[in-house]
């Protein structure tokens, strides 16, 4: 039994190809990553045990105008952990 493709299977196929072909010249990840050190140990633990949002409630505390500031264009310092990924352990 032969299989006949209708056009709109072809456009299926085709718009597929597009969005792969769109996702593949995505940019290389450029956002840093928060590092597995003796100052950022606590903070990876803590997001296994109780999540991201429990965790980031800490980052201001080191990462201020004062102390590290955030580079001019920064987005929204209250979801770090939206962009920085943890560091592989």
């Known amino acids: 039994m032969a299989l006949a493709l209708k056009k709109r299977d ?3 196929v085709g718009v597929a ?3 792969l072909a769109f996702l593949w010249q995505a940019p ?3 956002t840093s990553r928060v590092p597995l ?3 950022h140990r606590k903070y ?3 997001v296994k045990t109780d999540g991201k949002k429990a965790a980031e409630k800490f980052c ?3 990462h201020n105008q004062e102390t590290i500031p955030f580079p001019e264009g ?6 770090c952990l939206f962009c920085h990924k943890l560091a592989a352990p």
Do not use: G, V
Not at 74 to 79: E, G, I, L, Q, S
């Open 44 to 46: 990876h633990e803590l």
């Open 60 to 62: 201001e505390d080191c």
């Open 74 to 79: 920064h987005p929204a310092k209250y979801r």
């Open 17 to 19: 190809i597009l969005i």
């Open 37 to 39: 050190d003796d100052d």
């Open 28 to 30: 290389p990840e450029s």
């Open 10 to 12: 072809f456009l299926l």
